[in-house]
Every structure is written in structure tokens, then in C-alpha cells.
């Protein structure tokens, strides 16, 4: 298992760097093509896209995935209960667009929002057929798809805002995505649902579908009320900033992170019962997760001004201070998103949810309080709530549910956390005595010495030098042709 587990998350790792390509590029040439202010009206209306995008999968995905076993029947009735909250879904964001629209004061979102919700119907389609793709661990084909969807999304996007039609290719692009990642997903799984049946045992699976999409839904609030609250204080100048810097410090967990979770979720469901293995499984991930995570967060905090000068061009230098602010936030999300992973993995959807219910009301007052500084004091509150409040507090809270105490997942933390610290006072010394105008030769130079720095660091202390000597083992292992069979 731990074999096939890690050819897959090879398979979609390579997947990843292509899709990486792919959005570092597309976010280059939007950025010159567009105005900021075009993509504070996009992700005005994604706040509220993205709620409704919660609801249409319905937690129902995971179910499938889940589940040791699961019957023709029990899929196909999900996927109706999947297409019909995409439906609702639609209708819902087509009625409340003139509301959104009045919530932010501008007339211009209202025919934005009706547009951005036919990919609830879309979606809503395919849910099920990829929950099958993923249950067999067919990841290849995943993965292509993926890429194939993300590709004609983003030419379709360019060429939109080539030919001048500004904001609206930023909602071309999503609606172009979704309806090809539909069509190649039932083409791939090549299953077709059959009709609603009642005895089918599918209660079970709902209950589960319903704890997690309170959890996701609650969650979502959380990630959003952020944004949220720059674009009421701050209007679309500030939230076209924010949601640039927020998409290019993202983009390392959220391209290169996800595959893993998505081959780790079955992995682990295997694995569940066998509370022994569950807790060697949880503790070997998390510290290869933290061990990445923290060079990628140290690296862009350092190089914020040459990341944003190089992706976005001239005239978004009041992005830096709010990119260096969420690249420390970076290091939150791949940790939280595992903990939940495994939390899922157990069946314990509900410990999830009372978790988000928690983190949404720190959120609440940390935001509030960030509030008083503007925009900028919004974004901080959220950054540093999470690393100093968030974060601590589910390693604890997930320390309940999982056989490893909150010491010991505390532990995979400090060692890299010390490499990282070390590291950064480095850089910031010889950026002080190195000086490169040109920012692709400044990050070709500062990115290598930072691997050079942490990777030395790491060698010295112990636990570090043995998840550095896992992971090359493992990386062998994707690299090896033949795949062994027990």
C-alpha cells in the first residue's frame, strides 16, 4: 500500500508541475493584460461561488472515497442528490446576484454572479464519477484531466482578455474549466448512474456527506470572511491585491499539495483500524510536510518584492507587503489540511466540524480587532492568528481524535522551524550585502543559497537529517519502474 501510494502521489506531483506551469504563466499574462480592479470584482463574487461550491458536493465525494465498501446503487443515488444541489445551487446564486451586487455597492457583479454559477450545474455532474476515479486510485487519468480542463480554462481566459473583453475573461475561463473537466470524467470513468432506489442503504453515507459539509461549509466562512472584509473596507483595489498576493503564495500547497492528499485520503481509510500504523502513517507525513513547507514559506517571505515585481509586473508594488504577510500564513494551511485528512480518514467528520466552528470564531475577533488598521491590519489578523492561535490549537484538538499525542506532532514542528529561522537571518544578511536589481537573477541566486542553507541545517539535526533520508528513499521509489506486489 505504502508502494502504490507513493507512485501515485509521484504521478500527480509531475502532474502538478506541468498545472504549476500552467497557472504561474496564466497569472503572468492576466496580471498585464487586466487591472487589478478586474480581479477584486472576480473574487468579490468567488467569496460567495466558492460558499455554494461547498454545498453542491456535499460532502458526498468522501463518502464514496471513504467507505470500505459501496454498492452501484448507493453511488448512483448520490450522484442525483450531487446533481440536483448543483441545480439548486444555480438557481440560488442566479437570485441573490442583484444581492451581492448591493452588498458591495456595485451594479456590475450582478450579471457576473448569474454567470459564475452555471458552474454549480456543471460541476454538480461529475462529482461522483471523480469520487470513482480516485476510489480506484486511478491518478493518471486524474491528473490529465486536471491538466487538459486547467489548459483550456486558461487559453480560452487569455484570449478573452486579448480580445478586450476585460473582467468577463476571468469568468469565461472557470465556466470553460468545469464544463471540460466534466465531459472527460464521465468519458474516463465510464459510469452511468441508474435510477433513484429506495433500500439501498444510503442514509449512512448522507449523515457523513452532511457532518463534513458542515465542516467544509464553516471552514469556507472562516478562509473567506477575510477577503470578505478587505473588499467592504478596502473595495476592489485592495481585494484585487489581496487576491493576487493570496493566489501566488498559495500556489505551493495548492498545486502540490492537494494530489498528495488526494492519494493520502484512501491510504488512509485503509488504515484506519489499525490504530498503530495510523499513528506511524500521521507522524511520517507530517514531518515531510513540515519539512517542505517550511523552506517554501521562509523562501517567500524573504523574496516577496522579486516574486511580485517578476509574476505581476510594474505597478502592483502595494501587493508586497501583503504577499510577505500571507507567505507566513503558508505554513498553516498544508498542516491544518492534513490533520483534517486524517480527522476524515478516521470517519470522525463531526470532531471536524466542532473544529471549524472554533476556528470561525477566533477568526471573527481576530478580524475585528485587525479591522481598526484597514485592509492591511485585516490581512495581518488573519496571518498571524493562524500561525500563533489556529494552528497550535488543532494540534491539540486533533491530538483527541488520533492515536498521537499533541507532543509528538508538535515535535515533527520545531526541529525544521529552527532550520527555517537560521535560514531566513541568512538570506536577510546577504541581501543586505549582495545587491541584484534584475528579480529572476536575484531568485535564481537567493533561491539557491536558501536550499543550500536549510538543506546543511537540516543535515546537522537529527530528525530533520532522518525525514531528509525518508524522502530521498521515497523519491526512489517513484522513480523506480517496477512496483512491487504483495
Known sequence: MKERAVKSAGITLAAQGIKLILQLGSIAILARLLQPSDFGLIAMVTVFTGLALQFMEGGLSMATIQRDQITHAQVSNLFWVNGSLGAGMCLLGIVVSPLVATIYGEPRLTLVMAAMSLTFLIGGLSVQHDALLRRQMRFKIISLIDIVSMAGGIVVGIAAALGGLGYWALVISPITTFATKTVMRWLSARWVPSRLSRGSGVRPLLGFGANLTGA????????????????????????GLFNRAKLLTSIPSSQMLPPVMNVLQPTLARVAND?????????????????????????????????????????????????????????????????????????????????????LAILVVSIGIGSFWGAFGVVAAYALSGVFIRLPGFLYYASRFLPVTSLELAKTLVPPLICAIVTIMTLHALRQLILIESPVAGLAVFVFAAALVYMALCVMIKPTRHELIETLGLLKLVTSRKLATK
Do not use: H
Not at 464553516?218 to 467592504?232: D, E, Q, S
Not at 510594474?314 to 494551511?333: Q, T
Open 275 to 359: 490504530s498503530v500504523r495510523l499513528r506511524s502513517t500521521t507522524t511520517s507525513i507530517m514531518g515531510k510536510i513540515v519539512l517542505g513547507t517550511m523552506f517554501v514559506t521562509l523562501t517567500m517571505a524573504v523574496l516577496a518584492d522579486w516574486i511580485v515585481l517578476l509574476f505581476l509586473g510594474p505597478g502592483w508594488e502595494d501587493a508586497i507587503p501583503i504577499f510577505r504577510m500571507l507567505a507566513v500564513f503558508s505554513l498553516v494551511e498544508p498542516i491544518a489540511g492534513f490533520l483534517a485528512i486524517c480527522l476524515i480518514a478516521i470517519g470522525n467528520a463531526r470532531a471536524l466540524l466542532r473544529w471549524k466552528v472554533i476556528t
Open 216 to 239: 467544509n461549509f464553516i471552514g469556507y466562512v472562516a478562509t473567506n470572511l477575510t477577503p470578505f472584509a478587505i473588499g467592504y473596507i478596502g473595495g476592489a483595489q485592495a481585494m
